[in-house]
């Protein structure tokens, strides 16, 4: 693909000729990648989740969007309302860049409300005649009739001093009646960094200082973080840029994971454990929670990661979001499950028993691209499980399991196309408990499992041919006792 100049990466959307975007809009539905059931961009590319919320008996779930192409430009707001966060209303554009602050671009942010109505806090984005960036903190009022008025000035006009330029992500929550905001930041010694503020009226901001941690340098960036009380325990998620891998830990190009423990909103420190990452797979970047209708912590992440280039890119669209998740605290550990509502999809019920020996096995009831499968281990003597989905006879996604030491890992360096740079072509992570099963959601281009009923999830796209639609199970040696549960997905958007 040829590269993108400055001034294309800059175009305004409202400029472009209609019969460009229709033409860009074909490409993109004739995409063979093109997902059934996750929310993804109708064009460009698609990243950051923003603005998620339950308001009035439905959810706003927006996202960050760059309308001409599969690359990083001027940003927007696009939106969706949903009554079960699985069939969603397209609400089109939400937050334009459409003031000097926001020129470059309408960055990530978060929806609270105030006095019963439905505001935006946001960042935005400008760039002075050298190219230097301005980060500045702004607030939208959402009408009833879905538009969206911006304050006049930003409530919070610079970072404090100290840090950079890379000021930006807020996330508002209310405690005791207080606002706050955290917001991601750089400091002058070039470590990402999380600070705080408070308002009682959302126009004033009063800058409460940074949060205390125990990790003092931990990456150049921290973005899109995000504060959280669960089931008596403390959470702050954060997104850390520049981390050195350690085993098989921080393999991606940048992270995104949460430290536990207990904060002192007062005091500003937070006493916690180490920082986990949410997700090992491939691709997961910039999750935000939000509470349900129940009362319930939902995350949703962008299933993608920044600077990589990925095979929808020349079809002209790039990224998706991931499937809803509901987070909970048992034991002292986080556990991340598939939403239920998700079940209204399922359609085709499939079940088997069987075993899995070192002879693969192929279970032709399971082809298929867009399904759930849970897999349910019975019993296990092999030394190590294989499970091949989207399998033909020179392609498949292959997951291991080592019965030894717990040890999971997804593999797909014979999954077709793969994302450049290729950072590496197997993910894998410790499981606490042996395994006992698998659940996975696999759509068009993508796989979320969730191992151990949510003990670990790992998310990845992949990219295999039309003819992937096999499923293989075998062992390394010995036999597993294994039940199959599996169901076609229907799409819900």
Same mark, same amino acid.
Request: hydrophobic share 30%; glycine share 8%; charged share 25%.
């Given at each position: 693909?040829?590269?993108?100049?400055?001034?294309?990466?800059?175009?305004?959307?409202?400029?472009?000729?209609?019969?460009?975007?229709?033409?860009?809009?074909?490409?993109?539905?004739?995409?063979?990648?093109?997902? =059934?059931?996750?929310?993804?961009?109708?064009?460009?590319?698609?990243?950051?989740?923003?603005?998620?919320?339950?308001?009035?008996?439905?959810?706003?779930?927006?996202?960050?969007?760059?309308?001409?192409?599969?690359?990083?430009?001027?940003?927007?707001?696009?939106?969706?309302?949903?009554?079960?966060?699985?069939?969603?209303?397209?609400?089109?554009?939400? =937050?334009?860049?459409?003031?000097?602050?926001?020129?470059?671009?309408?960055?990530?942010?978060?929806?609270?409300?105030?006095?019963?109505?439905?505001?935006?806090? #946001?960042?935005?984005?400008?760039?002075?005649?050298?190219?230097?960036?301005?980060?500045?903190?702004?607030?939208?009022?959402?009408?009833?009739?879905?538009?969206?008025?911006?304050?006049?000035?930003?409530?919070?006009?610079?970072?404090?001093?100290? #840090?950079?330029?890379?000021?930006?992500?807020?996330?508002?929550?209310?405690?005791?009646?207080?606002?706050?905001?955290?917001?991601?930041?750089?400091?002058?010694?070039?470590?990402?960094?999380?600070?705080?503020?408070?308002?009682?009226?959302?126009?004033?901001?009063?800058?409460?200082?940074?949060?205390?941690?125990?990790?003092?340098?931990?990456?150049?960036?921290?973005?899109?973080?995000?504060?959280?009380?669960?089931?008596?325990?403390?959470?702050?998620?954060?997104?850390?840029?520049?981390?050195?891998?350690?085993?098989?830990?921080?393999?991606?190009?940048?992270?995104?994971?949460?430290?536990?423990?207990?904060?002192?909103?007062?005091?500003?420190?937070?006493?916690?454990?180490?920082?986990?990452?949410?997700?090992?797979?491939?691709?997961?970047?910039?999750?935000?929670?939000?509470?349900?209708?129940?009362?319930?912590?939902?995350?949703?992440?962008?299933?993608?990661?920044?600077?990589?280039?990925?095979?929808?890119?020349?079809?002209?669209?790039?990224?998706?979001?991931?499937?809803?998740?509901?987070? &909970?605290?048992?034991?002292?550990?986080?556990?991340?499950?598939?939403?239920?509502?998700?079940?209204?999809?399922?359609?085709?019920?499939?079940?088997?028993?069987?075993?899995? *020996?070192?002879?693969?096995?192929?279970?032709?009831?399971?082809?298929?691209?867009?399904?759930?499968?849970?897999?349910?281990?019975?019993?296990?003597?092999?030394?190590?499980?294989?499970?091949?989905?989207?399998?033909?006879?020179?392609?498949?996604?292959?997951?291991?399991?080592?019965?030894? *030491?717990?040890?999971?890992?997804?593999?797909?360096?014979?999954?077709?196309?793969?994302?450049?740079?290729?950072?590496?072509?197997?993910?894998?992570?410790?499981?606490?408990?042996?395994?006992?099963?698998?659940?996975?959601?696999?759509?068009?281009?993508?796989?979320?499992?969730?191992?151990?009923?949510?003990?670990?999830?790992?998310?990845?796209?992949?990219?295999?041919?039309?003819?992937?639609?096999?499923?293989?199970?075998?062992?390394?040696?010995?036999?597993?006792?294994?039940?199959? &549960?599996? #169901?076609?997905?229907?799409?819900?958007?």
């Amino acid at each position: 693909m040829s590269e993108w100049t400055r001034d294309e990466r800059y175009q305004r959307y409202e400029d472009i000729d209609q019969e460009v975007m229709d033409e860009l809009t074909e490409r993109v539905n004739q995409s063979k990648y093109r997902q =059934l059931f996750h929310i993804q961009p109708k064009t460009g590319l698609l990243n950051d989740p923003n603005g998620l919320i339950y308001y009035k008996g439905e959810y706003y779930i927006s996202h960050q969007w760059f309308p001409l192409g599969a690359v990083h430009g001027l940003k927007y707001w696009y939106t969706y309302k949903s009554k079960d966060l699985i069939n969603f209303e397209d609400q089109g554009i939400s =937050l334009k860049p459409d003031t000097k602050d926001d020129s470059h671009g309408v960055y990530s942010g978060s929806a609270f409300t105030y006095h019963n109505n439905l505001y935006y806090m #946001y960042t935005g984005n400008h760039r002075d005649e050298n190219w230097n960036r301005k980060s500045t903190q702004h607030i939208a009022k959402v009408l009833d009739n879905g538009e969206v008025q911006k304050f006049p000035k930003a409530v919070i006009a610079a970072p404090p001093s100290g #840090y950079t330029q890379h000021f930006r992500d807020p996330k508002v929550f209310v405690k005791d009646g207080i606002y706050y905001a955290v917001i991601a930041a750089q400091n002058e010694d070039g470590y990402g960094r999380i600070l705080q503020y408070q308002s009682t009226d959302i126009v004033n901001w009063t800058f409460q200082g940074e949060i205390k941690t125990k990790l003092e340098a931990f990456g150049f960036m921290w973005e899109c973080p995000d504060y959280f009380n669960l089931d008596g325990f403390d959470l702050l998620l954060f997104c850390p840029q520049g981390i050195e891998p350690e085993g098989e830990k921080f393999r991606n190009i940048y992270q995104s994971g949460y430290i536990m423990g207990q904060y002192d909103i007062d005091h500003l420190v937070m006493d916690h454990g180490d920082f986990h990452e949410l997700d090992y797979g491939f691709d997961f970047y910039a999750p935000q929670t939000f509470t349900d209708e129940f009362g319930d912590r939902i995350l949703i992440g962008w299933m993608g990661l920044p600077e990589v280039t990925y095979p929808t890119d020349s079809d002209g669209w790039a990224h998706c979001l991931t499937i809803p998740r509901i987070l &909970t605290i048992e034991q002292g550990n986080l556990k991340q499950r598939p939403i239920k509502a998700l079940q209204q999809l399922r359609t085709n019920k499939e079940t088997a028993l069987g075993y899995a *020996n070192k002879f693969t096995r192929f279970l032709k009831p399971y082809e298929g691209k867009q399904f759930e499968l849970i897999i349910d281990i019975l019993e296990n003597e092999a030394t190590e499980i294989y499970f091949e989905i989207r399998a033909s006879k020179s392609q498949s996604l292959r997951i291991a399991y080592n019965t030894k *030491n717990k040890k999971i890992t997804l593999d797909r360096s014979e999954s077709g196309a793969l994302p450049e740079p290729v950072e590496g072509k197997t993910r894998s992570t410790y499981l606490d408990t042996p395994l006992s099963q698998l659940q996975m959601f696999v759509d068009t281009s993508s796989i979320e499992l969730f191992c151990n009923d949510g003990e670990r999830v790992m998310t990845s796209r992949i990219f295999t041919d039309d003819d992937a639609i096999g499923f293989k199970a075998s062992t390394e040696s010995g036999q597993a006792f294994l039940n199959f &549960t599996k #169901y076609d997905i229907k799409g819900g958007q």
